[in-house]
């Protein structure tokens, strides 16, 4: 199995300055926004659509009761909001097609 590895912030910064050529405290002030908007419009419960990457959506969880899975005790749950993300069918087909090919 392939070693895993992890893209960091870091990376996308050093990608883009790479790229398009900008000085790097340029490049990740325009990460650092990119990635600012996307949690913001979450953050209102917006949907954020990247065409060809995915979809995020937050979702609201009800309360419900659940079970300590040490004790076995019920346990209330409280209501939140969680994040979804869903793969669009382009980015799903280039890592099945990646981890095909290795």
Same mark, same amino acid.
């Given at each position: $199995?392939?070693?895993?590895?992890? /893209?960091?912030?870091?990376?996308?910064? =050093?990608? %883009?300055? @790479?790229?398009? &050529? /900008?000085?790097?405290?340029?490049? *990740?002030? $325009?990460? =650092? !926004?990119?990635?600012?908007?996307? #949690? =913001? *419009?979450? @953050?209102? &419960? @917006?949907? #954020?659509?990247?065409?060809?990457?995915? %979809?995020?959506? %937050?979702?609201?969880?009800?309360? !419900?009761? &659940?079970?300590?899975?040490?004790?076995?005790? +019920?346990?209330?749950?409280? +209501? !939140? !909001? #969680?994040?979804?993300?869903?793969? *669009?069918?382009? $980015?799903?087909?280039? #890592?099945?097609?990646?981890? %095909?090919?290795?």
């Amino acid at each position: $199995m392939a070693e895993q590895s992890t /893209l960091t912030r870091a990376d996308l910064c =050093e990608a %883009v300055h @790479e790229e398009v &050529g /900008l000085s790097r405290q340029e490049c *990740s002030s $325009m990460v =650092e !926004r990119t990635l600012d908007l996307i #949690v =913001e *419009s979450l @953050e209102r &419960g @917006e949907t #954020v659509k990247l065409s060809g990457f995915g %979809v995020f959506q %937050v979702r609201e969880k009800r309360a !419900r009761m &659940g079970r300590n899975p040490k004790t076995g005790e +019920p346990a209330a749950i409280n +209501p !939140r !909001r #969680v994040i979804s993300f869903r793969a *669009s069918q382009i $980015m799903k087909s280039k #890592v099945h097609d990646a981890a %095909v090919e290795a």
